[in-house]
């Protein structure tokens, strides 16, 4: 098994796995409907050649992080390095949600690419229905089956997924390129309107600009790989950079596609855009429409085979991305280490083998709650170009790289006006996400903070809780975002409200029906309760996960502090008496003198105490005799100065260093240690020399001086003890 990932990717590569992450299903099907109803033609391009310049700013910040932390996990390995694992945490637990979003979406597009090109063949089997989706057990099967080959491809082949990339997105920058270049050669008349009539052409351009992030997602895929560059990280800007271009120019070539060409019966190209999602066949495919009118069907047939790679390169790209985030996380054990192991191939095959199996589920719930979950993607994508943003920024900040650091503020300015403008629907124009969208995220955000819980459970090196603001600021988001899911949700209860008056009175005449405008009323009433339960009860939940979450960390610090207080008990206490050890006396000793540079010490005196004849007890009677001596002689010393701390500063010396009741008594206490050492020599007991000396304010500048003047008392004493009989060694 290899232990590290090694090099695959090279510029060509990179870039083919940048565009054909970056591109799928809805680059053809939301860009070609969507944008267009939404913004027009001119709108549309104007709006995404914005968003491609807010994408080249961010192209330049992952290329900066790329370089100073070149490995693989992306806006995760980033978030860690810079602020920490709890905001890096949050970044890889929205970078999960936005490629999960995006795969599962792109796997799910297969029963509707069949319905559309093939026919009702794999519609076998109805199972359910849900949200208004039929679920057929054959179109689950495509989808699965779909996934696990793609799954059990990447876990074999490495180099073969690159050139398996670089020829689809070859195929289908050649197919649309064609495509646009036939319709712009057979265009007749001009395209218009450029713009949605009656409404605010620089409004128009905003939607789309800030809904781009959507667009180019997967574009910075290429940074989970950065340690499977074949080629320097310097290099990555302009990889990055082409595939944003291509991308945009791509999704033009589509807008102008889609509008040159509709049915004479709907007048102009935006009324038949507008209502083309409601149209069957490839009629309701402005694309396809539009490239069989140029080319025939041959037309078709390219453009549904450019659909088809558009939809594998989603596939490998997102599977790639994942797996190399579970790689990272699984090195860092934020999850099981298992993620991070590698085949005979270099490969993370269990994270890979993880993210199809997880994926597999999802064409159970079918296609439009699918829908909602890829709406989220747009925020999650907006928090992770924020997150590199300010990685960018501080990084380059404290390095002194000056172009780096305005690029850095730049892409964190423009994704926090990002996210007002989808956040507050209703703060400049009215919104683009479905109400079910804003309460998914907050749903992910909540499961967030409960998964967060199990890896502060698991983990041991207490690398997470240190940033809990991280944490306030998600719950207030999470407080913020219910607020607006509140606020659309009894909008849209007062427009169907509002709708059914107008369809009862419409029938009716204009006969007052007390009756129903009350039970009208209190419908919405109901509706507004239900919502502020809702609302309540997820806060509530957000906010308990938070406090448990906040006592798993102080229990562990408790725990850390409890277990750091007996290595300090431990480590400030001599093994063998039990007095304070030698490192206590010096942080004693440093303390005492910053005491005495602000004038703060009280009266204190130091006593010097060294074991006589220790050497001799050793010699004739073995180090545990000795070992005992030196017990009998701290005991001593305990006993005489009771109340006074005592260290145990070398093999045979102590020191007691007196304040407050023995200071007083100091020299009653040195005559009752010296007369029972006098006493212990005539009865061969322990014996002990000791030195005292005062602090003296003014003279004395540090207790080491006081130390000095003890310790040169102290051998006087052992002269004298030496006349008396007893022993100097």
């Known amino acids: ?235 990555a800007f302009k990889v990055l950079v082409a595939a944003v271009v291509t991308a945009t120019l791509l999704y033009l070539f589509i807008i102008l596609l889609s509008v040159s060409a509709f049915p004479p019966e709907y007048g102009t190209s935006l009324r038949y855009v507008s209502v083309a999602g409601h149209l069957s066949g490839l009629t309701g495919l402005p694309p396809f429409y539009a490239a069989q009118h140029y080319l025939g069907q041959g037309g078709v047939t390219l453009l549904m085979l450019s659909l088809f790679c558009l939809i594998a390169t989603s596939f490998i790209g997102n599977i790639l991305a994942l797996s190399r985030l579970f790689f990272s996380l699984g090195r860092d054990r934020v999850v099981p280490a298992f993620f991070a192991d590698l085949n005979d191939k270099g490969i993370p095959w269990k994270a890979i083998l993880f993210t199809a199996g997880v994926s597999c589920l999802i064409p159970f719930i079918g296609r439009t709650a699918i829908g909602w979950i890829v709406d989220v993607t747009t925020l999650g994508a907006t928090i992770i170009y924020a997150f590199v943003s300010a990685c960018t920024w501080k990084t380059a900040r404290f390095r002194g790289d000056k172009l780096e650091e305005r690029t850095g503020i730049a892409g964190l300015a423009v994704m926090v006006a990002i996210a007002l403008y989808l956040l507050v629907p209703n703060l400049f124009t009215t919104g683009s996400m479905a109400s079910e969208t804003y309460f998914l995220f907050v749903a992910w955000a909540i499961l967030g903070f409960i998964v967060f819980r199990a890896v502060l459970q698991h983990e041991r090196e207490n690398r997470f809780g240190g940033s809990i603001i991280v944490w306030v600021g998600l719950l207030s988001l999470v407080l913020f975002v219910s607020l607006v899911w509140m606020s659309q949700t009894n909008m849209n209860v007062t427009a169907d409200a509002v709708a059914n008056i107008q369809k009862h009175y419409a029938e009716a005449g204009a006969v007052i029906d007390d009756a129903f405008v009350a039970s009208t009323l209190e419908g919405i009433r109901l509706a507004n309760a239900r919502s502020i339960v809702v609302v309540v009860a997820l806060f509530a939940l957000s906010l308990g996960v938070l406090l448990t979450n906040y006592a798993v960390l102080s229990k562990r610090a408790r725990r850390h502090e409890a277990e750091l207080g007996k290595v300090r008990h431990a480590a400030n206490t001599d093994p063998l008496t039990g007095v304070k050890s030698k490192l206590a006396f010096s942080e004693y000793e440093t303390a005492a003198d910053g005491r005495i540079a602000d004038g703060s010490q009280t009266p204190f005196a130091i006593v010097i105490c060294d074991v006589n004849g220790l050497k001799y007890v050793n010699d004739t009677q073995g180090h545990k005799a000795g070992d005992d001596y030196i017990r009998s002689a701290s005991l001593l010393v305990c006993e005489v100065f009771q109340h006074s701390p005592v260290f145990r500063i070398g093999g045979d010396e102590f020191v007691a260093v007196l304040t407050g009741r023995d200071y007083e008594h100091r020299d009653e206490l040195m005559q009752k240690i010296n007369l029972r050492v006098e006493e212990n020599i005539a009865y061969d007991e322990v014996v002990v020399s000791a030195g005292l000396a005062e602090y003296e304010p003014g003279a004395d500048t540090t207790l080491h001086a006081v130390f000095e003047r003890a310790d040169a008392l102290m051998y006087k004493r052992k002269r004298e003890l030496k006349e008396m009989g007893a022993r100097t060694r």
């Open 1 to 235: 098994m290899k232990s590290t990932l090694t090099p695959y990717l090279s510029p060509t590569a990179a870039c083919a796995l940048a565009l054909g992450t970056s591109i799928g299903w809805g680059s053809v099907v939301v860009t070609g409907n969507t944008y267009i109803s939404q913004a027009g033609p001119m709108g549309s391009a104007l709006g995404l050649a914005i968003g491609a310049i807010v994408m080249i700013t961010i192209s330049r910040n992952y290329h900066y992080m790329m370089n100073c932390t070149p490995d693989a996990g992306g806006a995760y390995a980033y978030s860690r390095d810079t602020f920490g694992y709890d905001h890096g945490f949050l970044a890889a637990w929205f970078l999960m949600l936005t490629y999960f979003a995006i795969l599962w979406a792109n796997a799910t597009s297969l029963p509707l690419f069949s319905r559309i090109f093939i026919g009702p063949v794999f519609e076998t089997g109805f199972l359910y229905t849900v949200f208004g989706y039929d679920i057929y057990l054959g179109e689950i099967l495509l989808s699965v089956g779909a996934i696990a080959i793609f799954g059990l491809f990447l876990t074999r082949f490495k180099k073969g997924a690159a050139n398996l990339m670089v020829a689809l997105v070859a195929f289908f920058t050649i197919g649309i390129t064609v495509c646009f270049g036939a319709a712009m050669l057979g265009l007749d008349i001009p395209i218009e309107p450029a713009f949605v009539p009656d409404e605010n052409e620089f409004s128009q351009i905003l939607i789309i600009a800030c809904i781009s992030p959507w667009a180019f997602i997967g574009f910075e895929s290429i940074s989970h790989g950065a340690e499977e560059f074949t080629f320097p990280v310097s290099r």
